[in-house]
């Protein structure tokens, strides 16, 4: 018996090493985070909702996405976004924005816009690490009219940022410091008057 139970219990602990091996590394789960402003202003009273955000759909996956070499996309099972990506972008926006505009208010995407808010499409065509190591942003934003029937204001967006390690975490750090420079540029021309935006000052 004493013999039959060692067999049994080795034979266990070899099928749970061989579960271990089988299953690999635990994944690991990543966040984009609000970046402190280098400088705010005031804008009491100021409402805003980024109404949507566009990705890629190559991005619209959990797995982090790089591109390894020229139209070679790398994607890592291990190493993934703990939140759609999309609506991450929006929430630290939100974030980054508010923390820019001093006394604004910002809406979630799906509350109905009271009259007078500025709505905010974001259009990414390209979010991710190219073959250089390089985190790249580039894309557009589109502000509407306060009555919503319109677009305003059209601004194209190429930006750029180096991550020395070549960790995940070092790239969505710098991922996350271009939608604080993305919120600087909104924020700098989002409070401008109708007439001002009209005739593209």
């Given amino acids: 018996m004493r013999t039959l139970a060692r067999v049994l219990a080795l034979a266990l602990a070899l ?3 061989l579960a271990g091996c089988a299953a690999g590394p635990p994944s690991r789960f990543y966040s984009l985070t609000a970046v402190p402003p280098r400088a705010s202003r005031r804008a009491p009273g100021l409402m805003l909702q980024i ?4 990705i890629p759909a190559i991005l619209e996956r959990q797995e982090i ?3 390894s070499t020229p139209n070679l996309l790398q994607l890592s099972n291990r190493n993934r976004w703990g939140a759609p990506l999309a609506a991450m972008i929006r929430q630290v ?10 006394g604004s208010t910002l809406l979630p995407a799906e509350a109905a816009a009271p009259a007078g808010t500025h ?6 065509l390209r979010f991710d690490v190219g073959p250089s190591g390089t985190v790249r942003l580039q894309g557009s934003w589109m502000q509407f ?9 059209t601004r194209q967006i190429t930006l750029a940022a180096a991550h020395p390690a070549s960790g995940y975490r070092s790239q ?10 993305l919120a600087d540029r909104i924020a700098a021309t989002v409070t ?10």
């Avoid at 009219?145 to 204001?153: E, Y």
Wanted: glycine fraction near 6%; avoid cysteine.
């Fill in 15 to 17: 099928a749970a090493l």
């Fill in 51 to 54: 109404a949507a955000v566009h």
């Fill in 65 to 67: 996405v790089r591109e």
């Fill in 93 to 102: 926006l939100e974030q980054d924005l508010a923390a820019r505009l001093r």
């Fill in 119 to 124: 709505v905010l499409v974001i259009d990414l």
């Fill in 145 to 153: 009219a306060p009555d919503g029937t319109r677009p305003v204001l």
């Fill in 172 to 181: 969505t750090a710098a991922m996350s410091r271009l939608l604080g420079r």
């Fill in 192 to 201: 401008r008057r109708p007439a001002q935006l009209s005739s593209g000052a």
